[in-house]
C-alpha cells in the first residue's frame, strides 16, 4: 500500500496522536528526497523496530549557501514516494517552505564548536540551516527514534549533540554508509556526474580503504594516513581535495601528530568539476 502524502503539520501530528493513542513506535527518517537504497535502508531498519515510519521530504533552504545547488537539487517527489511504497514507510510528509518557514520565522540552532571545522569550513551557516530545520521536524513528528546515515557524519555527530545538549526525549541513530558496489557511496548528487566522473569517483573510497588499511597495519602518523588518501586522488587531476581529516569519532576534535588507536574516522571532501563529493570511514 502506498504510504499517505501529508503537506501540512496539523494532519501530521493528527495521524501521530492516533498512533500513540494505539500504543504504537514511531520511527523518522528526514531526506531532501531524490532517495536512493541509503534512504531506503534506513526506512527497512526502522520497519524491523516493528515501528510506524514516517519520511520526510523537505528540500531545506536554509542549509544552501548563494552559490549552491538548492535551485538545480533533484526534487522527485513521484518517484521517491513509490520507493518508500515498497519498502514499506507509512507517511510521506511533503511541506512547502512555506508551512516550515512561515513568515516571521526568525530563530535558529547554532552549535558553537562541532560546526565550525570540515565541512562547516567551506559552507558556513550550513549546519545552522540543518539543525534548525531538523530540530523543527523532530517537535512536529515528536517520533521515538530518528534514523541518519553515517556518509553525512559530521551531520549526524551535530545531530546527535544537539539532542543531547537540549534534551530531545528520543533516540538518535546513526546507520552505516550504504555504497555502490564499487564503494561509492549513496548520495543525491551522485547523478550529477557524467559516466566517466563516475568511474573516477571510486577513487575517494579506495583512499579511504588504503589510510585505514595503513592504519591497521600500525602507521600512526597523521601525515601519511593522509598521504595514503591523497596518493589515490592524485590519479585523477580533475579531482581537487576540499579537505582530507583524521578527527575522533565523537568531539570531531582533529588528529595531531600521532593518531590514537581507536575511535577515529576520516573524513574527506573532493571537489569533481562542480560536483563535491562527501565520504568518511571510521578506524
Not at 144 to 158: E, H, M, S, V
Not at 174 to 185: H, M, N, S, Y
Request: hydrophobic content about 45%; proline content about 4%.
Amino acid at each position: 500500500m502506498a504510504p499517505d502524502t501529508i503537506l501540512n503539520i496539523a494532519e501530521l501530528r493528527s495521524t501521530v496522536a492516533r498512533w500513540r493513542a494505539a500504543g504504537e513506535k514511531v520511527a523518522f527518517v528526514p531526506t531532501m528526497g531524490a532517495l536512493h537504497d541509503g534512504h531506503l535502508s534506513l526506512v527497512l531498519l526502522a520497519r524491523a523496530e516493528g515501528a510506524r515510519v514516517i519520511v520526510s521530504i523537505f528540500v531545506n533552504p536554509l542549509q544552501f549557501g548563494p552559490t549552491e545547488d538548492f535551485a538545480r537539487y533533484p526534487r522527485t517527489l513521484k518517484d521517491d514516494v513509490e520507493k518508500l511504497k515498497i519498502v514499506g514507510a507509512d507517511v510521506v510528509f511533503a511541506p512547502a517552505a512555506a508551512e516550515i518557514y512561515p513568515i516571521g520565522f526568525q530563530t535558529s540552532v547554532i552549535n558553537k564548536k562541532m560546526s565550525h571545522g570540515l565541512c562547516g569550513k567551506f559552507r558556513p551557516g550550513h549546519f545552522d540551516g540543518v539543525l534548525t530545520v531538523v530540530l523543527k521536524l523532530l517537535n512536529i513528528v515528536s517520533p521515538d527514534l530518528a534514523l541518519f546515515g553515517k556518509k553525512d557524519y559530521q551531520q549526524w555527530r551535530l545531530i546527535e549533540r544537539m539532542a543531547l545538549d537540549l534534551e530531545l526525549p528520543l533516540e538518535i541513530r546513526g546507520c552505516d554508509t550504504v555504497r555502490e558496489k564499487d564503494g561509492l557511496a549513496m548520495s543525491s548528487r551522485n547523478r550529477y556526474m557524467s559516466a566517466e566522473e563516475r568511474e573516477e569517483s571510486t577513487l575517494i573510497y579506495k583512499g579511504l580503504s588504503a589510510a585505514r588499511a595503513a592504519w591497521q597495519g600500525g602507521e600512526r602518523s597523521r601525515g601519511k594516513l593522509l598521504a595514503a588518501f591523497s596518493d589515490s586522488i592524485s590519479r585523477c587531476p580533475r579531482m581537487t581535495i576540499q579537505y582530507a581529516e583524521i578527527v575522533d569519532c565523537f568531539s570531531l576534535e582533529p588528529a595531531i601528530g600521532q593518531v590514537a588507536d581507536k575511535n577515529l574516522v576520516m573524513i574527506v571532501a573532493v571537489l569533481f568539476g562542480d560536483v563535491r563529493l562527501i565520504d568518511n570511514l571510521e578506524f
